[in-house]
């Protein structure tokens, strides 16, 4: 599997957020990204048992510095300690989850005991959060968190969970649902922390203007959004759907992870729902940032759901190309603006 880390970062910021008024495309970042689901292995990735486990425990570790440090501790309404207790449960059911699916147990102490019990046996601390001395929290050493865009932290933090289950457990066909619910469940709690960052840490990260809104303008969360008829595929359970952009040019360092790789996990295979040709957005295969994307809009972006269809309908992997020649017959639809395959594709369980 592909490596995604600081490329996935820079996806996300690229292009906007969930499912807007007028109804765009909505992309999870984790649950429906081929370029993740399909990403390679870290090169000091081993997969082994003890490192499995480890670098959750340290994930866990690194969030409580995290949604404890100077970013989110002063946080208003509380929602830096909230959003650290959600990233704690999210790394013990990652946890739970690798033992139930390997069927092995835990090494004792993995889990600690519940933060409930522990705060009712704990005495009351007061001034809970304040700062020392040297006006900083203090940080442990070596724990790899980094100082910059801090309003990506929680991005940072959840690829750590994604990656480890992606390379341990959706090779299994046992494990492949039960991971990919733990990928929704992530993808979600990515969009309660951006949407908690920007009401009560900062507003000044890009992904703040990506906020759904309601009627009168007002910011509102996801959950609302949800009940309003947007973020659907935000919800949990449903099908494997997955989006692969995929780019004209290949060779430059950006578009490297979109190079028309079409993804299912073993035991499943592709169903294409549809797939275009041309662009709509800046947001992936981004080439020339100067070029008018206006020109391939409306029915110059043209529709090549069949001819994807033909290539990959029933097969587990497959591997398209974004180019004139291939997709519209040697005539290019944009003259002079960098172009890419968008592929929306369901995967279906092989009975």
């Known amino acids: 599997m ?4 600081a490329v996935m970062l820079a996806a996300v910021a690229a292009r906007k957020g969930g499912k807007k008024r ?13 370029s993740f689901l399909a990403g390679s292995t870290p090169s000091w990735w081993t997969g082994e048992q003890s490192q499995t486990i480890n670098f959750l425990k340290s994930a866990r570790d690194d969030g409580e510095l995290v949604f404890g440090g100077e970013v989110w501790a002063p946080a208003k309404r509380g929602a830096g300690e909230r959003m650290g207790r959600q990233y704690t449960n999210i790394v013990n059911r990652a946890l739970n989850l690798y033992a139930d699916c390997k069927g092995i147990e835990l ?8 933060r409930r019990r522990r705060q009712a ?33 929680h991005w940072n933090m959840t690829w750590r969970i994604a990656m480890t289950v992606r390379e341990t457990m959706m090779s299994d066909e046992n494990c492949i649902q039960p991971a990919y619910r733990l990928f929704q469940r992530l993808d979600r709690y990515n969009l309660n922390a951006n949407y908690q960052y920007c009401t009560n840490v900062a507003d000044d990260a890009p992904y703040c203007q990506w906020l759904q809104k309601d009627d009168e303008g007002n910011t509102i969360s996801y959950k609302t959004a949800r009940k309003m008829g947007t973020y659907t595929k935000f919800a949990k359970g449903g099908a494997i759907s997955v989006y692969s952009p995929v780019c004209e040019v290949t060779d430059k360092p950006a578009n490297a992870n979109y190079d028309g790789d079409i993804y299912c996990p073993e ?16 947001g992936y295969c981004r080439g020339d940032g100067d070029s008018d994307i206006s020109i391939c809009r409306g029915s110059k972006t043209i529709d090549v759901t069949e001819n994807i269809r033909r290539e990959c309908d029933g097969l587990t992997t497959c591997v398209i190309e974004a180019s004139n020649d291939a997709l519209n017959w040697g005539v290019d639809p944009c003259p002079g603006v960098e172009k890419l395959a968008e592929v929306y594709h369901t995967c279906k369980k092989i009975v």
Request: net charge positive.
């Open 22 to 34: 007028g109804g765009k495309k909505e992309n999870r970042l984790y649950a429906d990204l081929g």
């Open 2 to 5: 592909k490596l995604f880390g």
């Open 267 to 282: 035991g499943y295979y592709i169903e294409v729902d549809t797939a275009t040709y041309g662009r709509k957005t800046k």
């Open 121 to 153: 046996e704990a005495p009351k601390r007061k001034n809970r959060g304040r700062k020392n001395k040297g006006g900083k929290k203090k940080k442990k050493e070596g724990r790899g968190i980094p100082d910059q865009t801090p309003d990506k932290l």
């Open 107 to 114: 090494p004792a102490g993995t889990i600690p005991e519940s």
